[in-house]
């Protein structure tokens, strides 16, 4: 009896991996945004050419997605698909580790594959394309199932997984993880004082001891020094944050309403708990109780980080996760009518899922193109197929033929230019398309990307960029942009770091620039 249960399980968790794989496989084709998009494509690849970030390229965030993506080039090869199957097979490990949290908390099968359904549709196809934000919040999310199994299971290990998953986050983008960081570490320590369990804390510093190892053994063996981790990972960053918190506005619509259908399901989940405390003093002390902190504290740790930063909203995969609990939390309570309060949180988490799979999945919010008629993709079929299976459209032209004669005007130069070059621009898969170093300086490149100009590292950075044109032997620098590159942009880019006498410029077209390099006192080496 159990082997036929266990093989249709089998068989459910197969078609649930598989369906989340192929949403996430299937949206994430359809549109571009290039500097989203396309964030960690040519950063994949040039760490097989034999580039670091920090050490090669200039990073405001995490190296850990670089580094992934390197790793599903090498076995998949250098193409598009091989960069989908990195964020698919992510979006069926969260599908199918939720499914084992909810089935672990005994809710009823039939809820648990709706659940796990909702959060395959919510979770990584909001973006589709591998994205540090939702890496960041994802590797937390595994820290705190780890936390939750930890409770459920007793077993202490699972704070080792845990914290060992928090640094995967914080490396792969510092904030959301450092919220989840703080968090869970506090929730740590309660749980010590709570059970009188020392060993938790002695695995949850464990874990971290062993990604601190295994970090520190892969830069040594990659040639990164860690002054400049230290640098261009924790104060660069720090010193654009600060700003970011003094000058946002806190408002009913970006605390309460944006993040309504999350708030509903979490708010009746802490009533449901505070009643359970109501009636029984010693409840703090419960597994329960502990489930309840773990799941709460991550949930405001993500809307804290939505609240901050700048980039369109992702978390709705809260939604069915928080759904899933709130049901755990109605069956242990003595309610009337628990059948109802279900169904309306699951319709509630049905109708908030098709809502936001419309806004983020066919529409493609997320990446700027909500507004942008699909219809009008191209296949692109060039550059030997490389990009198979991507409908090509982006929110900069209305006609995608027009940027795509752009892409291989610039990939028929750049291959006929035989000398050492670098490649500055939002279209970050060209050194992967010719398969050869460009030496870009930085890993993107908008307003808080490096140092600016009267800036507290901005210093650092010119020596940097100096240093990459000079050890590389630069002869020509090239610019592409989507939009028409005006004398601000170019200033922002190269001419505030390295005087405009020290190059020729070529106007190719446009959005094209070609800078070749002269002698002159900046680039003596």
């Known amino acids: 009896m159990n082997k036929k249960i266990n093989n249709k399980e089998l068989y459910y968790l197969s078609l649930l991996s598989i369906f989340a794989f192929a949403i996430n496989f299937y949206v994430a084709s359809n549109g571009v945004y290039p500097v989203d998009t396309f964030i960690h494509y040519d950063n994949g690849y040039r760490i097989l050419l034999g580039d670091n970030p920090i050490k090669d390229y200039w990073i405001v965030h995490g190296l850990v997605i670089d580094y992934i993506q390197a790793i599903f080039f090498y076995i998949f090869g250098n193409n598009w698909n091989s960069y989908l199957i990195h964020s698919s097979v992510f979006n069926a490990l969260i599908t199918i580790f939720s499914y084992h949290i909810l089935k672990k908390l005994k809710i009823e099968y039939k809820y648990v594959i709706l659940i796990a359904i909702s959060i395959s549709l919510l979770a990584y196809p909001v973006s589709g394309s591998p994205f540090l934000d939702l890496h960041s919040s994802f590797f937390s999310l595994f820290a705190f199932y780890f936390a939750i199994l930890s409770v459920l299971k007793k077993k202490n290990y699972m704070w080792g997984l845990a914290s ?129 902190l773990i799941i709460t504290f991550f949930t405001l740790s993500s809307i804290f980080h939505q609240i901050y930063t700048k980039n369109q909203i992702y978390i709705f995969f809260l939604i069915p996760i928080l759904t899933g609990l709130l049901i755990h939390f109605v069956n242990l309570s003595d309610l009337k009518r628990k059948d109802i309060i279900t169904y309306i949180f699951l319709i509630l988490c049905f109708f908030s899922t098709i809502k936001y799979y419309e806004r983020f999945n066919l529409d493609r919010k997320f990446h700027e193109l909500a507004n942008v008629n699909k219809d009008n993709s191209i296949k692109l079929n060039l550059f030997n197929n490389k990009f198979k299976n991507l409908n090509w459209i982006s929110p900069y032209f209305e006609n995608p033929n027009e940027e795509i004669e752009n892409i291989r005007i610039l990939y028929e130069i750049l291959k006929k230019d035989k000398t050492n070059k670098m490649l500055i621009s939002e279209y970050n898969f060209f050194s992967s398309l010719l398969e050869e170093k460009l030496h870009s300086p930085s890993r993107t490149y908008d307003s808080i990307s490096f140092p600016k100009k009267n800036t507290k590292y901005f210093i650092k950075y010119k020596t940097f960029f100096l240093e990459k044109i000079l050890s590389n032997k630069i002869k020509n620098i090239y610019i592409f942009e989507p939009k028409i590159i005006d004398k601000n942009r170019i200033n922002h880019l190269i001419f505030d770091y390295i005087s405009e006498d020290c190059f020729e410029i070529d106007n190719i077209n446009l959005l094209i620039k070609r800078l070749k390099i002269k002698k002159c006192k900046d680039l003596r080496s």
């Open 164 to 292: 060992f998953f928090l640094c995967l986050a914080f490396f792969s983008k510092q904030v959301p993880a450092a919220y989840s960081i703080v968090c869970l570490s506090l929730l740590n320590l309660f749980f010590v004082f709570n059970t009188r369990n020392v060993k938790i804390f002695f695995y949850y510093i464990a874990g971290v001891l062993v990604f601190l190892f295994l970090f520190f053994l892969i830069l040594n063996l990659r040639g990164i020094k860690i002054e400049e981790v230290i640098l261009q990972i924790f104060l660069f960053p720090q010193s654009i944050g600060i700003d970011r918190y003094s000058t946002y506005l806190l408002e009913f619509k970006n605390t309460i309403l944006d993040y309504k259908f999350i708030h509903l399901p979490l708010f009746a989940i802490v009533i449901i708990n505070i009643l359970f405390l109501k009636r029984n003093k010693l409840y703090y002390k419960s597994s329960n109780f502990k489930i309840f």
